[in-house]
């Protein structure tokens, strides 16, 4: 478990599973996915979370269920891939309540990713990919200190129109470890109730 200031990072568990269908079926996913919209059935959320319990991606990613600090689940953050040769890790989240979307929740655990990528699984270089449509992302990649390293043109479809893929990359020299960065960022605990 990694404990944040506004999420802990907790094992993916039934909490998160439970309401895994709404979030694959809600507006998060046509963001996670980079434009998709069409609906996924229980059976096959079973099907996939099966057939990744028995890939390869399984023993080389690592997923954590966003738990806020008042115990509520509200999505999932990860590594969806890593090389142990190079050192380097491919991370993704989505926060599947889009109540909690701006409010510094994904920001506090992406540090909380990175920063298990470095000090605890020895990675130098993390790297995320978004489409050029997602402002929160992109927003989120300069928070935390990410270079736009590479743009692929015209790579996602969404709404019926292309948009280019873009891949940032944080290198862990100069990562001034978690705490710096909630300090740097101002993040505090929510002063009020997490959003209904
Ligand atoms: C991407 C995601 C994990 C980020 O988490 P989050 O809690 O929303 O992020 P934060 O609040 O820490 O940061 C988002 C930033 O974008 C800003 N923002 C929000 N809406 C915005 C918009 N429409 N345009 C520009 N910036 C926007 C926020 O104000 C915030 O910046 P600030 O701290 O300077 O105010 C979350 O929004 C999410 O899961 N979205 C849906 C799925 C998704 O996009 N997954 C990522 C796929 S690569």
Same mark, same amino acid.
């Given at each position: 478990?990694?404990?944040?200031?506004?999420?802990?990072?907790?094992? #993916?568990?039934?909490?998160?599973?439970?309401?895994?269908?709404?979030?694959?079926?809600?507006?998060?996913?046509?963001?996670?996915?980079?434009?998709?919209?069409?609906?996924?059935?229980?059976?096959?959320?079973?099907?996939? #979370?099966?057939?990744?319990?028995?890939?390869?991606?399984?023993?080389?990613?690592?997923?954590?269920?966003?738990?806020?600090?008042?115990?509520? $689940?509200?999505?999932?953050?990860?590594?969806?891939?890593?090389?142990?040769?190079?050192?380097?890790?491919?991370?993704?989240?989505?926060?599947?309540?889009?109540?909690?979307?701006?409010?510094? #929740?994904?920001?506090?655990?992406?540090?909380?990713?990175?920063? #298990?990528?470095?000090?605890?699984?020895? %990675?130098?270089?993390?790297?995320?990919?978004?489409?050029?449509?997602?402002?929160?992302? %992109?927003?989120?990649?300069?928070?935390?200190?990410?270079?736009?390293?590479?743009?692929?043109?015209?790579?996602?479809?969404?709404?019926?129109?292309?948009?280019?893929?873009?891949?940032?990359?944080?290198?862990?020299?100069?990562?001034?470890?978690?705490?710096?960065?909630?300090?740097?960022?101002?993040?505090? $605990?929510?002063?009020?109730?997490? $959003?209904?």
């Amino acid at each position: 478990m990694l404990y944040g200031t506004l999420v802990n990072l907790v094992p #993916y568990d039934e909490r998160f599973r439970a309401r895994e269908h709404d979030w694959v079926n809600n507006e998060s996913r046509f963001w996670g996915s980079m434009g998709e919209h069409f609906i996924i059935s229980k059976a096959t959320l079973k099907r996939e #979370y099966e057939e990744w319990c028995r890939s390869e991606r399984h023993e080389t990613g690592v997923i954590f269920g966003i738990l806020t600090t008042d115990g509520t $689940p509200i999505g999932g953050i990860g590594i969806n891939w890593l090389s142990e040769h190079h050192r380097v890790a491919d991370l993704g989240a989505v926060i599947g309540e889009p109540a909690y979307w701006g409010g510094g #929740y994904g920001t506090d655990a992406l540090l909380l990713v990175v920063d #298990y990528a470095f000090d605890w699984l020895d %990675m130098r270089k993390v790297w995320l990919g978004t489409m050029s449509l997602n402002a929160r992302v %992109m927003r989120q990649m300069e928070k935390v200190g990410f270079a736009l390293e590479a743009r692929q043109r015209r790579a996602t479809l969404a709404d019926g129109r292309w948009h280019d893929e873009l891949m940032y990359g944080r290198l862990r020299d100069g990562w001034p470890g978690y705490a710096a960065m909630v300090a740097a960022l101002g993040l505090r $605990p929510p002063a009020q109730p997490a $959003p209904e």
